[in-house]
């Protein structure tokens, strides 16, 4: 999987882009905000992702009303041509080889990249949002009918905190509770279910890489942490809807007086340990940099073996306080398909990566020689 040319128009800082990236890895290199992570923003948006704005309209160059994304993407041995119309105050418009999609949710199963950025230090440091929003990135790449369960959850859980929290003024609204429960415990199965499955998938690869990553000096585990009444999160959907109705009922009553959803899988959240120690509480900088990378590849190693191909590696800023074998590592590491890796200075990369370097200056973007 791949992506051989990127167009851009009034994206960011970029008043215009047209580039032709390498098969394997590609540098791209400059000072602070001349925008190489909006460039990585660009490509992980044809796949879906979007990390840094909650809104389509933070995307477009400012005075601008529209801006325009384009990518020649290979995979699953076909050229796909995915495309993105932003306009302000207007629904996005999205399409692939010209056919245009009903929604985000349909451009993973063409394109997918795995993102890492210094943000994603509060992986392991924030609270259980920052761990849900990542799994729920993963799994909506790989699984559609996760992505399904997942919006409806939302949906419902949407309605019953309105309920809840009017019941009070309407108790005429309490007769509708019971619904939404079930509709939620339903969808909430599907969720923990796949959660717990790649949770499992995760811990295995990500507990190698970092033990590689520290030369064997450290350890790391995670563990799913749901609903108290859910005895095994890897079983089947139907024993986990039980067990999500059993703890409903049983809170019933208290959610009413609280008039908030007291648990659930919005709720959800996964512990980090490093040689037993919570890594959120303990760990020094590098480590928390070097537990959320191993995260990171272990989800690009897991998507490869689901697909049978690496999605596009996309590391923003990687090789910050990392020492040198540790940056060693992660250039060993990242070998097999396609990388885009930003930097200050290309000098250290230029030396140890075959590829194509790219220098970035002011929203323009000029390719140097190919490296190897």
């Not at 044809?46 to 020649?72: C, M, N, P, W």
């Amino acid at each position: 999987m791949r992506i051989d040319g990127l167009t851009l128009d009034f994206f960011r800082n970029y008043l215009h882009l047209e580039a032709r990236f390498d098969p394997s890895v590609n540098v791209i290199y400059g000072e602070n905000a001349q925008g190489k992570t909006n460039l990585l923003e660009a490509v992980a948006y044809l796949s879906g992702l979007t990390h840094r704005s909650r809104y389509d309209k933070e995307l477009i160059q400012f005075g601008v009303d529209r801006a325009f994304l384009k990518g020649e993407v290979f995979s699953r041995d076909r050229t796909f041509l995915l495309e993105a119309k932003l306009q302000r105050g207007v629904r996005r418009q999205l399409y692939a080889n010209g056919v245009r999609l009903k929604s985000a949710g349909e451009l993973p199963g063409i394109f997918q990249c795995v993102l890492f950025c210094p943000e994603d230090l509060y992986l392991i440091r924030a609270g259980a949002a920052e761990r849900r929003k990542f799994l729920d990135e993963c799994i909506c790449q790989l699984r559609p009918r996760y992505a399904q369960a997942l919006q409806e959850y939302r949906r419902l859980h949407e309605h019953k905190t309105r309920i809840l929290r009017d019941s009070e003024e309407k108790p005429s609204l309490l007769e509708t509770l019971d619904e939404f429960s079930l509709g939620m415990a339903k969808a909430g199965a599907v969720v923990i279910h796949y959660r717990a499955h790649f949770l499992e998938k995760l811990r295995s690869a990500a507990a190698e890489i970092h033990r590689d990553f520290s030369g064997g000096r450290e350890e790391l585990s995670l563990a799913y942490e749901t609903v108290s009444t859910v005895r095994d999160p890897l079983g089947s959907v139907q024993e986990i809807f039980s067990q999500l109705l059993e703890h409903q009922e049983r809170h019933r009553a208290a959610e009413i007086a609280a008039r908030v959803c007291l648990s659930g899988p919005h709720k959800d959240d996964f512990s980090v340990e490093i040689n037993g120690v919570s890594a959120k509480t303990y760990s020094s900088q590098g480590q928390t940099r070097t537990a959320a990378l191993s995260l990171k590849l272990a989800a690009r190693e897991i998507f490869c073996r689901d697909s049978g191909e690496y999605p596009v590696l996309l590391l923003d800023d990687v090789l910050s306080e990392l020492d040198q074998r540790r940056q060693e590592f992660v250039l060993n590491r990242i070998q097999g398909g396609q990388v885009f890796i930003t930097c200050c200075e290309d000098d250290r990369l230029g030396q140890l990566l075959q590829g194509k370097v790219f220098h970035v200056r002011e929203g323009v973007l000029s390719a140097g020689p190919r490296r190897g």
